[in-house]
């Protein structure tokens, strides 16, 4: 299979299984794909330090581990952090902070899109 180009889109906020299971995806697509994921809308609050487990729901630092093992880029949309006047916590991979512009251009130039 050729390598493509693929923006994992989280928009959703993370007091599901959908965060858990979008970074599951994700880390499998690191491995073979240039892949980003973009954090966005609700889904910014997955990077904060909250405590999924009080809820029930897998951590999601192993994920996070292992996409700071592959070329994964993980970027997270500023506006949705500014608006919602969140603080990011120390994850082991790079979070970038991108405006809504860059976002869009991320999400234009890739050959698969997948939301969550």
């Known amino acids: 299979m050729a390598k493509k180009k ?7 906020n993370p007091f599901s299984w959908k965060a858990f299971e979008a970074l599951r995806q994700a880390v ?25 487990q009080m809820i029930g729901i897998e951590p999601l630092d192993k ?15 500023e506006e949705a952090i500014r608006e ?6 120390q994850w082991p ?3 970038k902070i991108r405006p809504k512009e ?5 999400v234009e130039n890739a050959e698969v899109v997948i939301t969550w």
């Not at 693929?6 to 959703?12: F, G, N, Q, T």
């Not at 994920?63 to 997270?76: D, H, I, Q, Y």
């Not at 919602?84 to 916590?89: C, D, E, F, N, Q």
């Open 6 to 12: 693929i923006v994992l889109i989280i928009k959703s």
């Open 28 to 52: 499998g697509l690191s491995m073979g794909h240039d892949l980003t994921i973009i954090f966005m809308k609700e889904g910014v609050y997955t990077l904060t330090d909250w405590k999924p």
């Open 63 to 77: 994920s996070m581990e292992a996409l700071g093992m592959t070329e994964a880029t993980v970027v997270a949309e």
């Open 84 to 89: 919602r006047g969140i603080k990011l916590r």
């Open 93 to 95: 991979i790079e979070v």
């Open 102 to 106: 860059e976002v869009c251009e991320l």
